[in-house]
Structure formats: structure tokens, C-alpha cells
């Protein structure tokens, strides 16, 4: 594959999306694709960790005219300059950005554009000029691929593009060597070796749904549940959901912030929550599964796709705490149905979340969009 040259293009991320591109661009360039990476500064040096030329793209979060406009100035002398046989755009805000910039080419690479979140339903003025400008770049789109089947459908509605043009591919992810329970359960602060443990990682960000998680697990102790909930990641909610904890006595909770290689903490957690209010797919729910952990998750986005209800976890209405702390409780109290729960939910991540099925259904969207414009001058 090294014949040819792809752009991949990136916007501001964090968490799952962070952790998906990154994973996709060291397996592009292990299975011999030339890669070269256009994004911002806070992403380079983890890129470059990928053996692969970074360079300096000012792109930002949100609509802010001036600096857009710079960062399609700066991908326009980019694609000028040098010979790219393609151009992957990864989230919303490189998806416009990218594709105003190849709009200015007399003669373009094929685009493949990757949505990796929800669609969430938003009104005012701006969303429906950019829902506008979407559905007319979208016919300039070689390619839309969406990390959920869900996504898919979300992305068809609103932005209305040729069916044809849309595929699904899958987060994937490869298994992670676990700590022994003793020395995980030591890194998590957990106060005694048989105490149950209830944990989740993610942003610290509302969508995630951790004011949720927080008020469930309130209602659990009021019960008389024997257990503790351990929050990783960080986040701008971070403080706020601090001080929600401190309500209920944060003996019980604890906030690690972020942690290098969480997954291998899973051999001390008996329960891993989910309670996300919109997700694309989720990348922790199936490092979960893949450590053999039950997984409760949130009924929405992609969620459904990862977590099969009553077979490999259990999904519950979003924002309710109360249907959160039933589940968790109805799992907390029956160790043999978390661990059906949880080697059930191993086998389907091996089956259909690995790394390896990611990069190889990328490379034959690669393959075939280069396929159909090759020899084709626009």
C-alpha cells in the first residue's frame, strides 16, 4: 500500500476519538500506507510517536470565523504543495474545514470524511447554516464513514447525503494486559478486598452522563449497598461533579483524573458504567468486555451496538438514576451473572471489535474510492 499518500486531517479531541485516530494511523503506517498528519499542536507529539511527519494545522473547536479561515488557507498551501492521493478528515469541525479547503483545488484527491459522535438535535441559526453547508459538501464527499450504525442514520437525516457514499466501520480496539485484582485494586485506593467496585472512564464532560452515575450511586448507599465508585479522566466538570460527590461523602467516590493505560485497571472493578448521554460508540464498554467486566451502559447512540442487552451487559434509560442504581444493584448482587455478563461480552469484542478489522475495513474504503477516481481530473 506504501504507492500511495494519505492526508489525515484532525480537529481538537480527547478520550475515545483521540485514542481511535491514533490507533488508526500506527496501523496505516504498521500495514505500509505513507501517512502524513495535519493537526493541532496539543496532537502532534503523539502522532509523530506513530513514525509519521506531522504538521502544524491552527484548527479549532466551534465557529470561529477568523482562525477557520487561516486553517483553510494553511490546508490549501498544504495540498498545493505537496501530492496526496488521499485526504481523511476526521470530526465535524475538519470535515468543514477540510472540505472548504479541497473545494479551492482545481484538481482534488478523494475525501473520505469520519464522523465519530452523536448528531445531537440542536436549533438556532448557526446549526442550520452548517447543516446547509454540510449538505452541500456532502456531494462532494467520496466517502462518509461513521463509527456506529446509529451515527449512520443520524448523519442521513439531517445531512441527507446519497446513501451509497455512507459505511460503517466499528472502533476497534486490541486487549491489554490486566494488573493482577490485588495490585489494580491498590492503584484505585479501594479500602477493603471485598468490597464491590463500581467503575467508569471518561471525559469529565455532561454528555458523559456522570451527574447521573453520581445521584445512582447516592441511592445505592441510602439502600445499604456495600460498595464504591471509582471515576477516571478529566475534564472542565471535573470540580462540579467533586463537589456532587462531596454531598454523599466522598470516602465512597473517588476521582483518579486521568490514568495512563486505565484498561488494565479493570481486574479490580466488578462493574463498569457507561452512563453516557449521546456517544457515537464508546471505546471504554468494549475495553471493558474485552477484560471480561460487565458493562451497564446507557440505551443511546452506538451503545446498542457494543453492549447487547441481557446477553453481554445491561443498557438503561439515559438520565435516569434510578433505573441506573437497579441495574447496578441487580449486578452487584449476583456474581454469577456478572461473570455470564462478562465472558459473554469478551467474546463479542473479540469477535467484532478488534483493531485489526478497523484498519482492514479502512483500507478497502481506501482502496476503493482511489480505485473509482483514479485517472479522474476535476
Given at each position: 500500500m506504501g504507492e500511495f499518500h494519505v492526508l489525515q486531517v484532525l480537529r481538537p479531541m480527547q478520550g475515545g476519538m483521540r485514542r481511535h485516530v491514533l490507533d488508526l494511523i500506527a496501523g496505516l503506517v504498521e500495514a505500509g500506507v505513507r501517512v502524513t498528519v495535519a493537526c493541532p499542536p496539543e496532537l502532534r507529539r503523539e502522532a509523530e510517536l506513530s513514525g509519521v511527519p506531522c504538521l502544524p494545522l491552527e484548527l479549532v473547536d466551534g465557529v470561529q470565523l477568523r482562525k477557520d479561515v487561516r486553517a483553510i488557507r494553511q490546508l490549501v498551501q498544504l495540498m498545493r504543495e505537496q501530492s496526496f492521493q488521499l485526504v481523511h478528515l476526521h470530526g465535524a469541525k475538519a470535515g468543514l474545514v477540510g472540505r472548504l479547503a479541497l473545494s479551492r483545488l482545481s484538481i482534488r484527491p478523494p475525501v473520505i470524511y469520519t464522523v465519530h459522535n452523536q448528531v445531537l438535535p440542536q436549533g438556532g441559526m448557526v446549526k442550520r447554516v452548517l447543516d446547509r453547508v454540510e449538505r452541500l459538501l456532502a456531494v462532494e464527499t467520496d466517502r462518509v464513514i461513521t463509527v456506529s450504525h446509529r451515527l449512520a442514520r443520524d448523519v442521513q437525516m439531517q445531512h441527507r447525503g446519497p446513501a451509497?457514499?455512507?459505511?460503517?466501520?466499528?472502533?476497534?480496539?486490541?486487549?491489554?494486559?490486566?494488573?493482577?485484582?490485588?495490585?489494580?485494586?491498590?492503584?484505585?485506593?479501594?479500602?477493603?478486598?471485598?468490597?464491590?467496585?463500581?467503575?467508569?472512564?471518561?471525559?469529565?464532560?455532561?454528555?458523559?452522563?456522570?451527574?447521573?452515575?453520581?445521584?445512582?450511586?447516592?441511592?445505592?448507599?441510602?439502600?445499604?449497598?456495600?460498595?464504591?465508585?471509582?471515576?477516571?479522566?478529566?475534564?472542565?466538570?471535573?470540580?462540579?461533579?467533586?463537589?456532587?460527590?462531596?454531598?454523599?461523602?466522598?470516602?465512597?467516590?473517588?476521582?483518579?483524573?486521568?490514568?495512563?493505560?486505565?484498561?488494565?485497571?479493570?481486574?479490580?472493578?466488578?462493574?463498569?458504567?457507561?452512563?453516557?448521554?449521546?456517544?457515537?460508540?464508546?471505546?471504554?464498554?468494549?475495553?471493558?468486555?474485552?477484560?471480561?467486566?460487565?458493562?451497564?451502559?446507557?440505551?443511546?447512540?452506538?451503545?446498542?451496538?457494543?453492549?447487547?442487552?441481557?446477553?453481554?451487559?445491561?443498557?438503561?434509560?439515559?438520565?435516569?438514576?434510578?433505573?441506573?442504581?437497579?441495574?447496578?444493584?441487580?449486578?452487584?448482587?449476583?456474581?454469577?451473572?456478572?461473570?455470564?455478563?462478562?465472558?459473554?461480552?469478551?467474546?463479542?469484542?473479540?469477535?467484532?471489535?478488534?483493531?485489526?478489522?478497523?484498519?482492514?475495513?479502512?483500507l478497502r474504503e481506501y482502496r476503493e474510492v482511489i480505485a473509482k477516481r483514479q485517472g479522474v481530473l476535476l
Open positions: 451509497w457514499r455512507a459505511v460503517t466501520i466499528h472502533n476497534g480496539v486490541d486487549p491489554v494486559p490486566m494488573m493482577s485484582r490485588e495490585h489494580a485494586r491498590q492503584i484505585l485506593g479501594c479500602e477493603g478486598a471485598d468490597r464491590l467496585v463500581i467503575g467508569a472512564i471518561g471525559r469529565m464532560v455532561e454528555e458523559k452522563g456522570i451527574a447521573t452515575l453520581i445521584e445512582a450511586f447516592a441511592l445505592l448507599l441510602t439502600g445499604g449497598c456495600d460498595a464504591e465508585l471509582v471515576l477516571i479522566g478529566d475534564g472542565p466538570m471535573l470540580s462540579h461533579y467533586q463537589q456532587q460527590a462531596g454531598k454523599i461523602g466522598l470516602a465512597r467516590v473517588r476521582f483518579l483524573g486521568d490514568v495512563p493505560q486505565a484498561g488494565r485497571l479493570f481486574s479490580a472493578v466488578d462493574v463498569v458504567v457507561q452512563p453516557s448521554y449521546a456517544e457515537g460508540l464508546g471505546i471504554v464498554p468494549i475495553e471493558a468486555m474485552l477484560a471480561g467486566c460487565p458493562v451497564i451502559a446507557s440505551d443511546v447512540g452506538g451503545l446498542p451496538e457494543v453492549v447487547v442487552h441481557g446477553e453481554t451487559g445491561l443498557l438503561v434509560r439515559p438520565r435516569s438514576a434510578e433505573e441506573l442504581a437497579d441495574a447496578i444493584r441487580s449486578l452487584l448482587q449476583n456474581a454469577d451473572r456478572r461473570a455470564q455478563l462478562g465472558a459473554a461480552g469478551r467474546r463479542r469484542a473479540e469477535l467484532h471489535f478488534s483493531k485489526r478489522a478497523m484498519i482492514e475495513a479502512t
